[in-house]
């Protein structure tokens, strides 16, 4: 099931595994809260609301279910407040080890051992336009070392790298009024989108067999449903679809023209099941601890993902850790049992 899924289509998928424990904890979403240095993946337009400086590192081992040491995915983020740049710059590096693998003759017979990996460095700027709109851009090289060897039937090896950028925007209206009931809802709801990863196709072999990155559309809502000054509870809702446009030939739209096509390959109803969906809640007390729950939803024909998360954070004074926990609905499921765990600093904001 997990090979019928969206990101089979394209390279790097690794570029869509949610990198930090805090937004994993509540559905795998996040980018309408965006309010911390992984803004610069969920979001980078809400880090023009931040103050001061963050750096984060997050492990987790990937896929427990197969358990592999030797796989495992790394996130470090850091992110300050430039007032003289009239914004935030960021910058953070994902690292995905893929394990040591036997290169052999045809018959078994080994040959030499090598090591498998991609990593992504990113950098980003944020700015506000408007009291309540950020709106931030990303730049980000990408390389993946699946295999330092080829084979006698294809040019190159598995070696490839490229580049994509990302923009996002981040909506924070301090004032709100909800039309005929006259509610405002300002300082409670927030609105945010981000479209990631565009850039030119990747190739291993030759640019006749290069895969799309997988370019996607995230856009979501969160809302402060309480908001005093010992309990803080934050819903939030995303939803995800992957912009890539493949045909029966094993070529593929480039990004720009796959933004427009990747709508209208299907029927409306087709398009529409695509969407990945996260829900998610956020409980703090005082500032200091926090409880995490979520639901993350794919649908059957399109990966199949369904599991809840959990999580939990603690900070105090400038110090902060957060965990997450994936429960799947199957067993022996491959996502089953994920932990991801997240260290912090924040200090500097006034």
Do not use: C
């Not at 851009?137 to 990408?142: L, Q, T, W």
């Amino acid at each position: 099931q997990m090979a019928n899924a969206q990101v089979s289509t394209s390279a790097v998928p690794f570029l869509l595994i949610a990198p930090n424990s805090r937004a994993s904890g509540m559905g795998e979403g996040g980018v309408a809260l965006a309010d911390d240095a992984s803004a610069l993946y969920w979001n980078p337009g809400g880090l023009a609301f931040q103050h001061g400086q963050e750096v984060s590192i997050s492990h987790a081992n990937w896929l427990p279910a197969f358990n592999l040491s030797d796989l495992f995915i790394d996130y470090l983020v850091y992110r300050r407040s430039m007032p003289e740049l009239d914004g935030t710059v960021a910058a953070s590096i994902t690292y995905l080890n893929l394990g040591e693998f036997t290169r052999t003759e045809n018959d078994p017979t080994p040959l030499e051992k090598f090591k498998a990996y991609e990593f992504a460095v990113t950098a980003g700027y944020s700015t506000l336009l408007t009291e309540e709109l950020g709106i931030g851009i990303n730049g980000r090289f990408i390389h993946s070392r699946l295999s330092p060897f080829g084979t006698a039937e294809e040019q190159g090896r598995g070696i490839a790298s490229d580049f994509s950028f990302d923009v996002g925007m981040l909506y924070k209206p301090k004032t709100l009024e909800i039309p005929l009931l006259g509610i405002d809802i300002g300082g409670h709801f927030t609105a945010g989108f981000n479209l990631s990863n565009m850039g030119p196709a990747m190739s291993y072999i030759d640019r006749a067999q290069a895969d799309p990155l997988p370019t996607s559309l995230r856009f979501g809502i969160g809302y402060k449903i309480l908001n005093s000054e010992y309990n803080k509870l934050t819903a939030i809702v995303d939803v995800n679809k992957l912009l890539v446009r493949k045909h029966a030939d094993g070529t593929s739209d480039p990004f720009y023209k796959a933004l427009v096509t990747s709508w209208a390959d299907k029927s409306i109803g087709e398009e529409m099941r695509e969407f990945d969906s996260s829900i998610g809640l956020e409980y703090w007390y005082s500032s200091w601890v926090a409880l995490r729950a979520g639901f993350f939803y794919e649908d059957p024909q399109y990966g199949n993902r369904k599991f809840m998360t959990f999580g939990a954070g603690v900070r105090f004074d400038i110090y902060g850790f957060d965990f997450s926990y994936i429960n799947t609905f199957e067993e022996q499921h491959p996502l089953g049992e994920t932990l991801r765990f997240t260290l912090l600093i924040s200090w500097g904001a006034q």
